[in-house]
Protein backbone atom coordinates (compact mmCIF):
# COMPACT_ATOMS: atom_id res chain seq x y z
CA UNK A 1 0.00 0.00 0.00
CA UNK A 2 1.13 3.54 -1.03
CA UNK A 3 1.76 5.87 1.93
CA UNK A 4 2.83 9.73 2.10
CA UNK A 5 2.92 11.15 5.38
CA UNK A 6 3.98 14.62 5.41
CA UNK A 7 5.39 16.34 8.33
CA UNK A 8 6.97 19.55 9.67
CA UNK A 9 4.38 22.37 8.98
CA UNK A 10 3.39 24.59 11.83
CA UNK A 11 3.11 28.45 12.94
CA UNK A 12 6.13 30.66 11.21
CA UNK A 13 6.63 34.64 11.30
CA UNK A 14 6.91 36.39 8.18
CA UNK A 15 10.81 36.22 7.07
CA UNK A 16 10.90 32.73 8.94
CA UNK A 17 11.87 29.44 8.12
CA UNK A 18 10.59 25.86 7.98
CA UNK A 19 11.13 21.97 6.21
CA UNK A 20 8.58 19.61 5.33
CA UNK A 21 9.33 16.27 5.28
CA UNK A 22 7.08 13.54 3.16
CA UNK A 23 7.72 10.13 4.03
CA UNK A 24 7.06 7.60 1.76
CA UNK A 25 6.32 3.87 1.33
CA UNK A 26 5.03 1.21 -0.20
CA UNK A 27 6.80 1.99 -3.80
CA UNK A 28 10.13 2.23 -5.24
CA UNK A 29 10.42 5.83 -4.06
CA UNK A 30 13.62 6.44 -6.23
CA UNK A 31 11.70 5.11 -9.70
CA UNK A 32 9.46 8.11 -9.53
CA UNK A 33 9.49 12.03 -9.30
CA UNK A 34 7.74 14.10 -6.52
CA UNK A 35 6.21 17.06 -5.94
CA UNK A 36 4.50 19.54 -3.44
CA UNK A 37 1.37 20.93 -3.87
CA UNK A 38 -0.42 23.41 -1.68
CA UNK A 39 -3.84 24.68 -0.99
CA UNK A 40 -4.66 28.39 0.68
CA UNK A 41 -7.41 29.15 2.52
CA UNK A 42 -10.42 28.92 -0.05
CA UNK A 43 -8.56 28.42 -2.84
CA UNK A 44 -7.70 25.83 -5.44
CA UNK A 45 -4.66 23.47 -5.68
CA UNK A 46 -1.33 25.39 -6.47
CA UNK A 47 1.79 23.18 -7.98
CA UNK A 48 4.35 24.40 -5.85
CA UNK A 49 7.80 22.31 -7.02
CA UNK A 50 8.75 18.84 -8.10
CA UNK A 51 12.02 16.65 -8.49
CA UNK A 52 12.44 13.88 -10.95
CA UNK A 53 13.96 10.21 -10.03
CA UNK A 54 17.44 9.60 -11.88
CA UNK A 55 18.79 13.13 -11.93
CA UNK A 56 17.28 14.96 -9.41
CA UNK A 57 16.24 17.48 -11.63
CA UNK A 58 13.92 20.35 -10.00
CA UNK A 59 11.38 22.87 -11.21
CA UNK A 60 9.48 25.59 -8.97
CA UNK A 61 6.48 28.13 -9.70
CA UNK A 62 7.49 31.84 -10.20
CA UNK A 63 5.72 32.50 -6.60
CA UNK A 64 8.20 29.84 -4.81
CA UNK A 65 11.70 30.34 -7.17
CA UNK A 66 14.59 31.42 -5.02
CA UNK A 67 13.11 31.16 -2.05
CA UNK A 68 11.80 27.42 -1.51
CA UNK A 69 14.52 24.05 -2.31
CA UNK A 70 12.77 20.52 -2.99
CA UNK A 71 15.07 17.63 -2.31
CA UNK A 72 14.82 13.76 -1.88
CA UNK A 73 16.69 11.07 0.25
CA UNK A 74 16.18 8.14 -1.79
CA UNK A 75 18.33 5.86 0.84
CA UNK A 76 15.14 7.09 3.45
CA UNK A 77 12.12 7.21 1.52
CA UNK A 78 12.08 10.97 2.16
CA UNK A 79 10.57 13.84 0.19
CA UNK A 80 11.82 17.48 1.48
CA UNK A 81 11.12 21.09 1.23
CA UNK A 82 13.13 23.66 2.29
CA UNK A 83 10.77 26.99 2.57
CA UNK A 84 13.01 30.38 3.65
CA UNK A 85 11.90 33.93 3.84
CA UNK A 86 8.02 32.73 4.25
CA UNK A 87 5.23 35.22 3.01
CA UNK A 88 1.95 35.06 4.89
CA UNK A 89 1.26 34.17 0.99
CA UNK A 90 2.30 30.92 1.60
CA UNK A 91 0.21 30.25 4.15
CA UNK A 92 -1.50 26.73 3.16
CA UNK A 93 -1.93 22.51 3.49
CA UNK A 94 1.00 21.43 1.71
CA UNK A 95 0.59 18.15 0.68
CA UNK A 96 2.98 15.58 -1.17
CA UNK A 97 2.42 13.96 -4.54
CA UNK A 98 3.29 11.02 -6.54
CA UNK A 99 3.72 11.15 -10.13
CA UNK A 100 3.04 8.34 -12.17
CA UNK A 101 6.31 7.91 -13.22
CA UNK A 102 10.18 9.31 -13.76
CA UNK A 103 8.77 12.81 -15.10
CA UNK A 104 7.67 16.05 -13.12
CA UNK A 105 3.94 16.61 -13.23
CA UNK A 106 2.45 20.35 -12.54
CA UNK A 107 -1.06 19.12 -13.73
CA UNK A 108 -2.47 18.25 -10.56
CA UNK A 109 -5.17 15.78 -11.31
CA UNK A 110 -2.22 13.56 -13.55
CA UNK A 111 -0.96 12.26 -9.45
CA UNK A 112 -1.59 9.34 -8.50
CA UNK A 113 -0.96 9.08 -4.92
CA UNK A 114 -1.26 12.30 -2.45
CA UNK A 115 -0.62 12.67 1.28
CA UNK A 116 -2.56 14.03 4.05
CA UNK A 117 -0.96 17.32 4.25
CA UNK A 118 0.54 19.88 6.73
CA UNK A 119 -0.76 22.94 7.58
CA UNK A 120 1.55 25.98 7.29
CA UNK A 121 0.60 29.53 8.65
CA UNK A 122 2.72 32.29 8.24
CA UNK A 123 1.45 35.39 10.33
CA UNK A 124 3.03 37.29 13.22
Known amino acids: EVQLVESGGGLVQPGGSLRLSCAAS????????MSWVRQAPGKGLEWVSG????????RYADSVKGRFTISRDNAKNTLYLQMNSLKPEDTAVYFCAKSPGWWIVTTTTEYDYWGQGTQVTVSS
Open 51 to 58: INSGDGST
Open 26 to 33: GFTFSSYA
